[in-house]
């Protein structure tokens, strides 16, 4: 009898640790674990840092890394193999539909800045146009104190300028003599704040909303806010996408995992959160 219960005992131990071995080799073998980039545009960056958190959440073996990098180095990399995924905060153009395929997951704004002390509180289209282009030089000409309109633009490749001037030149963008063009978010708030008399423009987002002693002007009646941008009401917007290779073969699985996930409803409720900021 104790030879028989000493043999049962044994067998239930070996069971036992038979199940742990494949407890771990089945994690070991998981095709999604691993550490990925992604490499986008700033308008897109906070979209993509919510998917990635949430994705996370749900593949504790995959870490997604967001990275800012600007839409057309995004287009290129995604193209060449130098990221795992990228997105963009523009509509891709013709020639760019060949090289990686968009997947929407969303819009940001381009606000058009003052600095805060300013009392004017929104412009007219036209008005916004002819200030940039130098047709009005004079804060008075729309409403608010004398005094000379600095322009303030971002450079040309920035999303922020494309949707800016998608929207105010459709035709062709003029800007006056004596545009001051810069190349970041902090830069054109921190020159807005700095200057009584400034106007840019700035991704529209909690980030540019909140920053000290500037403020967004309504745009044809309506606020510049995350509000009238998540009901689509305000009109200065643009489309946020992640892009892939259109290669199959150069998508690696988590990437397609992530892809679906951004499209499904859990990834829908998890980009809902980015303009709850």
Same mark, same amino acid.
């Given at each position: 009898?104790? #030879?028989?219960?000493?043999?049962? %005992?044994?067998?239930?131990?070996?069971?036992?640790?038979?199940?742990?071995?494949?407890?771990?080799?089945?994690? #070991?073998?998981?095709?999604?674990? *691993?550490?990925?980039? +992604?490499?986008?545009?700033?308008?897109?960056?906070?979209?993509?840092?919510? $998917?990635?958190?949430?994705?996370?959440? $749900?593949?504790?073996? !995959?870490?997604?890394?967001?990275?800012?990098?600007?839409?057309? +180095?995004?287009? +290129? $990399? %995604?193209?060449?193999?130098?990221?795992?995924?990228?997105?963009?905060?523009?509509?891709? #153009?013709?020639?760019? #539909?060949?090289?990686?395929?968009? !997947?929407?997951?969303?819009?940001?704004?381009? +606000?058009?800045?003052?600095?805060?002390?300013?009392?004017?509180? *929104?412009?007219?289209?036209?008005?916004?146009?002819?200030?940039?282009?130098?047709?009005?030089?004079?804060?008075?000409? !729309?409403?608010?104190?004398?005094?000379?309109?600095?322009?303030? &633009?971002?450079?040309?490749?920035?999303?922020?300028? %494309?949707?800016?001037?998608?929207? @105010? @030149?459709?035709?062709?963008?003029?800007?006056? /003599?004596?545009?001051?063009?810069?190349?970041?978010? /902090?830069?054109?708030?921190?020159?807005?704040?700095? @200057? =009584?008399?400034?106007?840019?423009?700035?991704?529209?987002?909690?980030?540019?909303?909140?920053?000290?002693?500037?403020?967004?002007?309504?745009?044809?009646?309506?606020?510049?806010?995350?509000?009238? $941008?998540?009901?689509?009401?305000?009109? !200065?917007?643009?489309?946020?996408?992640?892009?892939?290779?259109?290669?199959?073969? =150069?998508?690696?699985?988590? &990437?397609?995992?992530?892809?679906?996930?951004?499209?499904?409803?859990?990834?829908?409720?998890?980009?809902?959160?980015?303009?709850?900021?």
């Amino acid at each position: 009898m104790r #030879k028989i219960l000493t043999c049962s %005992v044994l067998s239930i131990a070996l069971l036992a640790t038979s199940g742990c071995a494949r407890t771990r080799t089945q994690a #070991k073998a998981d095709p999604l674990a *691993g550490v990925y980039l +992604a490499s986008g545009g700033g308008g897109a960056i906070f979209h993509v840092q919510a $998917l990635a958190a949430r994705f996370d959440e $749900l593949h504790p073996g !995959v870490v997604i890394q967001p990275e800012n990098v600007g839409s057309d +180095a995004s287009i +290129a $990399l %995604v193209q060449n193999g130098g990221t795992d995924v990228g997105s963009i905060s523009r509509d891709l #153009k013709a020639d760019e #539909k060949t090289k990686v395929t968009a !997947v929407p997951i969303g819009a940001v704004g381009t +606000a058009v800045l003052e600095n805060a002390a300013n009392p004017v509180t *929104g412009l007219t289209s036209d008005q916004v146009r002819k200030m940039f282009s130098g047709e009005i030089t004079d804060w008075a000409e !729309v409403g608010g104190p004398p005094g000379k309109i600095r322009v303030l &633009i971002r450079e040309k490749t920035a999303s922020t300028r %494309v949707a800016f001037e998608g929207y @105010f @030149f459709p035709d062709k963008p003029v800007y006056a /003599d004596d545009v001051a063009e810069l190349h970041d978010i /902090d830069q054109m708030t921190e020159s807005v704040r700095s @200057f =009584k008399g400034a106007i840019g423009m700035a991704t529209l987002e909690d980030k540019t909303l909140t920053a000290p002693g500037v403020k967004a002007l309504a745009i044809d009646g309506v606020p510049g806010s995350v509000a009238t $941008l998540k009901d689509g009401s305000y009109p !200065v917007r643009r489309n946020v996408a992640l892009i892939y290779n259109p290669d199959p073969a =150069k998508v690696k699985p988590a &990437i397609r995992a992530f892809l679906d996930f951004a499209q499904s409803p859990e990834g829908r409720r998890a980009l809902d959160g980015v303009n709850a900021q």
